[in-house]
Nanobody, 119 residues
């Protein structure tokens, strides 16, 4: 059974970089045809797709966040990372790591981690 666990600081100050880790167990992050996507949900709002890294290491980002977002991985540790720079209070959200195949099939979600951006 695949399990994903997000971790990172719960509080980040404006203008700093938010860094989150998704630790995966039960499957390799380089398994063919699987994507690792970061999704967030601001308070009172819907889910927002931020970007993904695929089994080959290719990435794609939400256009509105592209200049501030970086997704990477460490295959030796079976971890996927999210870095969001120059954070603002509007980046306050629950952040989720999702493993899936194309079109969100075979999706497994982490429990999410709450991040608050505040001075």
């Amino acid at each position: 059974q695949v399990q994903l666990q997000e971790s990172g600081p719960g509080l980040v100050k404006p203008s700093q970089t938010l860094s989150l880790t998704c630790t995966v167990s039960g499957a390799s992050i380089v398994t063919n045809y699987y994507y690792f996507t970061w999704v967030r949900q601001p308070p009172g709002k819907g889910l927002e797709w931020m970007g993904f890294i695929d089994y080959g290491g290719s990435t794609a980002y939400r256009p509105s966040l592209k200049s501030r977002t970086s997704i990477s991985r460490d295959t030796s540790k079976n971890q996927v990372f999210l870095h969001l720079s120059s954070v603002i209070p509007e980046d306050t959200a629950a952040y989720y790591c999702v493993r899936s195949m194309a079109y969100w099939t075979q999706a497994s979600w982490g429990q999410g981690t709450q991040v608050t951006v505040s001075s």
